[in-house]
């Protein structure tokens, strides 16, 4: 702003309809959900996996599920955008099963498995059988939590979901004491602090992405003890595979925005994802001036 540079956020270019063009949202859900198979294979002392910052590219980190033995456990994908797609990619490759909600919740396996779970299945409107989406998203205070029952089922969560500050969360930090609390593992794939996880208590880095919580004092130490709910937080997941997702965002960017430019959309298209111009903010990023001015 002080030397007048005009930036864009490649990542908020969005049509009328604000649907985001493109983004590495599925390079997240990717290595996001490979952490979550890392923490259960250190945890239970099974496996060794590298994490994708050791590989060279998605491939070799996909390579490693060959004859990987991942036991009979239960895993939780909450989200439908491109972060869960990625995930929902990572659990195919290690051939995780999916199964329906019904199935998840009552019978037992002798294979690992999955669910995603989407905003219906994670929220519901008191003395109404139906979640209405577009009510969902502009009325979340007046949801109430449906996640619990699944909690007693599951052994991992992979939290690719949007939150709203509005919104319950999935559960909360006092309930991580209780008996029936089953999961162990979380990769929080979304990060938000104090958010749908209440004990993502901070964004972790590539080169330490992983803590502990006790479960009795609530305060964050080493991962994979006794009594500690293991949480990755990393904010940057991407970074961690940059050939593949610079790759595919070039690409993405070559089918998508540059055809658009082409058809003499230019203006609209680049002022929606104009962050700064002319020494100040843009309208539409406004609610950035106090992070701006250093507040």
Not at 45 to 58: D, E, F, G, S
Request: charged share 25%.
């Amino acid at each position: 702003m002080q030397k007048n540079i005009t930036l864009i956020d490649y990542e908020m270019l969005v049509d009328e309809n604000e649907h985001r063009l493109i983004g590495f949202g599925r390079w997240a859900g990717i290595v996001g959900a490979h952490y979550a198979l890392l923490m259960l294979g250190k945890r239970r002392k099974i496996y060794n996996l590298k994490p994708a910052v050791q590989c060279i590219n998605k491939q070799e980190m996909l390579d490693q599920y060959h004859n990987l033995q991942i036991p009979p456990v239960k895993l939780v994908i909450t989200g439908g955008g491109r972060v869960a797609q990625g995930a929902i990619e990572v659990m195919e490759h290690a051939e995780i099963h999916r199964v329906t909600k019904e199935e998840y919740l009552n019978e037992t396996f002798d294979k690992p498995v999955f669910v995603q779970l989407h905003s219906k299945d994670l929220y519901h409107l008191p003395h109404k059988k139906k979640v209405d989406k577009h009510h969902f998203y502009h009325h979340p205070q007046e949801y109430e939590n449906s996640f619990m029952p699944y909690i007693p089922h599951t052994d991992v969560l992979i939290n690719c979901m949007f939150w709203s500050p509005l919104a319950p969360r999935l559960f909360e930090v006092a309930d991580i004491e209780n008996p029936d609390f089953n999961t162990k593992i979380i990769a929080d794939i979304s990060c938000d602090i104090d958010g749908s996880v209440p004990i993502t208590f901070k964004a972790t880095s590539i080169a330490d992405p992983i803590y502990g919580v006790n479960i009795h004092d609530k305060r964050m130490g080493i991962p994979y003890q006794k009594n500690t709910i293991d949480v990755m937080a990393v904010g940057n997941l991407p970074n961690e595979l940059p050939r593949d997702a610079s790759k595919d965002f070039g690409k993405i960017l070559m089918e998508t925005f540059i055809p658009i430019l082409l058809n003499g959309d230019k203006s609209t298209l680049l002022d929606r994802a104009t962050i700064t111009k002319n020494g100040k903010l843009t309208e539409r990023y406004a609610y950035l001036e106090e992070f701006a001015e250093g507040g």
